[in-house]
Structures are given as C-alpha cells and as structure tokens.
C-alpha cells in the first residue's frame, strides 16, 4: 500500500513510519509539506496518491487550545474535515487520530467504543469535531490513543512526553508531586503504531478504535512505575490535583479499553510492559 503519513516527525507519526515502512510504501509529511488547516495544502495528498492517509495533525497543548478555541478548531476539526474531503475524492481509507480526552471521566471505569462521549475543554470539543468531519470519507477509521510516550517525544511538549519530564525532574534531584486522582491508560507509540498497522492490514471494519495499552492507573503510580523499573530512589509525593488549580476542565478519568480489538484476535500489552520496553529502547534500562 502507498500510505502518506501527516505529522511524520511527530512522536506518534515517526514510529508510523518506522513500522509501516517495514511492508508498505510511506511517504513521510511533516508540517512543512502540509498545512492541514488548508485545503490547498491539503491538496499535495493529491500528487502522492495514497491508498491510506493518516492524519496525526493536531494543535494540542490543553491551555493553549483553552487560549485560542479558533485555532484549535481550524487544525483538529477543519484539518480533519479537508483531510477526509481529500480521501473521499482518492477513494481513499482515512485514519484520524483521536483522543481520550472526548469522554467526561464520570464512568469511573475504562471507556470503551460505544460510550458516548462529552468533551470538558475545548482541545477535546475539536477533536470530537474532528472525529465527526473525519466521516466524510466512507472508508475512515477513527483512533482514540491516550497519554502517549514514545522514542521521538511530543513535539506539542518541547519534544518530551511525562516519562522523559519525570527522568528530568529526578536527575535535577527535585522532590516530584504527582496527581494520583487522575487515571489513564499510558500508552508507547510503538504498540499504538503496530495497532494501527494491523487494523489497517487486517481490513478492520470501518469505524472507531480504542488503540492503548492495557490497564489503568494514576499519574503518580505510573511515576512510581518509572522509578521502581529504573531502580531509582526519587522524593516521589501524591497530591490531589486539587494542588494544581486550573481553570480548564479535564476529564479525572479517561482510561480506555478495545472491546472491538478483542474479537479480531488484537491484544495490547500491558502498559507496564510497554514502559518497561520503552526505558530499554532509550537506553535507560538494559534490555
Ligand atoms: N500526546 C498525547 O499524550 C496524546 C494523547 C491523546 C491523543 N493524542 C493525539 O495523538 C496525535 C499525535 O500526538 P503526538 O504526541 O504524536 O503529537 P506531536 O508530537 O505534537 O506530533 C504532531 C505532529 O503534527 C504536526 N502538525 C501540527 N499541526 C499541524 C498542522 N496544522 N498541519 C500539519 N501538521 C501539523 C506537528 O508538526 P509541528 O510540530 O512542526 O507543528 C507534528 O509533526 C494528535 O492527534 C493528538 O491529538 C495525543
């Protein structure tokens, strides 16, 4: 297949492209080559051709999307909506990335496909957006990851994701508060990026993905995580996220769970065996 990936040189689009590159033919677009927000940038995807668009595009700093409603709306749901009115017209399969944060947190329990969502903030209000213009092209495919760590770091973030600001903050020596009444499902890019490559592959059918790792936990079990796998000994303190006041509403609960991957013989790893496997690939732990 000929699959062009948007926000190649992103942290979940680089290891698309490492992993469908082993059996497919990817042309790598990175915001340079793409402006999603316009349909005629858009329109390069035209020249490529591609069998598979995937579009890992997203303006998606929390505060900053609070800050600016407008731009957040043109990438993540206009971009979604060109990118989709481009596949439609190459009778292509379009693959939008989505987000936990569409769910409220009030379930208390993983979400799964069929839960309804109600986004708190206005990141997550666009990206359901987004999710809905994405249905333009009858053959979509609608990926919600979560909490995201992988190799290339989170552009959004200054190239880090929590892992790697945890493993700062340690190395600085800092005492760490962590949030541990939020809880989600951590998930490596890599294992999101070989879920995507099989769902594609298999020929899934049409629709919505929960695509993370398995389990759930709080921000600060999952610091906690890092350093017992590091053997690290770090000042590591719970706190309530009543500690970090902030205007913008977030869901305390956003944990995700497949009951579609399931039946098509998909099973993702545990979350703590892909952090264990992460720590590896950068080095910090000896495989
Ligand atoms: N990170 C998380 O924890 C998380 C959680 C849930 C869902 N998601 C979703 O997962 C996706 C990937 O996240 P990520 O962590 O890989 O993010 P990332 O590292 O920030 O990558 C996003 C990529 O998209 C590009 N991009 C941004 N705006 C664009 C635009 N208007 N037109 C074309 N390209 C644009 C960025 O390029 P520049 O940096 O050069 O602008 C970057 O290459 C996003 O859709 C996000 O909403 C992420």
Known sequence: MRIAVIGANGQLGYDLVRVLSEDHKVIGLTHKDIEVADYKSCEVLKDIKPDVIINTAAYHNVPACEENPDKAFLVNAIGARNVALIARELNAIVVYISTDYVFDGMKRMPYDEDDTPNPLNAYAISKLAGEFFTKYAPKHYIIRVA????????????????????????????????????YMSPTYTLDAARTIKLIIEEKLPYGIYHVTNQGV???????????????????????????????????????????????????????????????????????
């Open 147 to 182: 909490s995201l760590f992988g190799v290339k770091g989170c552009r959004a973030k200054g190239g880090l994701n929590f892992v790697e600001v945890m493993i700062q903050k340690a190395r600085k020596g800092e005492t760490i508060k962590v949030v541990n009444d939020v």
């Open 217 to 287: 936990v709080s921000w600060y079990e999952f610091a906690k995580a890092i350093f017992e796998l590091l053997s690290w000994k770090v000042d590591l303190i719970p706190v309530s996220s009543s500690e970090f006041p902030s205007k913008i509403r977030r869901p305390k609960f956003s944990a995700l769970v497949s009951k579609k991957l399931p039946k098509y013989g998909i099973q993702m790893r545990h979350w703590k065996e892909a952090l264990r496997a992460y720590l590896i690939e950068k080095g910090y732990l000896q495989g």
